[in-house]
Nanobody, 123 residues
């Protein structure tokens, strides 16, 4: 199993930046594809970004492309989400997810999840 713990959320003004971190423990981190998802109140959990084992390939939702960057440091067992030019519509609880076999945008296909970190963007 993999345990995931997110951090770095908070309150920021529109146009500002935050960097989320997701620390993994329990198994070999580099064996896992990693993804970031978010869920706003009253809405379904939605895909934000994903990254391959090595970090050599990434993919983003259209809504965050050009503003968010996903990266990972396998030596530190951590995946990051750098969020720039934040908008009020980015307000949500952000979750990281891991899976050893699935590399896609479907939240239901990821086996492991963190507890989430709140990001609030004020206008």
């Amino acid at each position: 199993q993999v345990q995931l713990v997110e951090s770095g959320g908070g309150l920021v003004q529109a146009g500002g930046s935050l960097r989320l971190s997701c620390a993994a423990s329990g198994r070999t981190f580099s064996d896992y594809f990693m993804g970031w998802f978010r869920q706003a109140p009253g809405k379904e959990r939605e895909f934000v970004a994903r990254i391959t084992w090595s970090g050599g390939s990434t993919y983003y939702a259209d809504s965050v492309k050009g503003r968010f960057t996903i990266s990972r440091d396998n030596a530190k067992n951590t995946v990051y989400l750098q969020m720039n030019s934040l908008k009020p519509e980015d307000t949500a609880v952000y979750y990281c997810a891991a899976d050893s076999a699935y590399y896609g945008s479907n939240a239901g296909s990821y086996a492991y999840w963190g507890q989430g970190t709140q990001v609030t963007v004020s206008s």
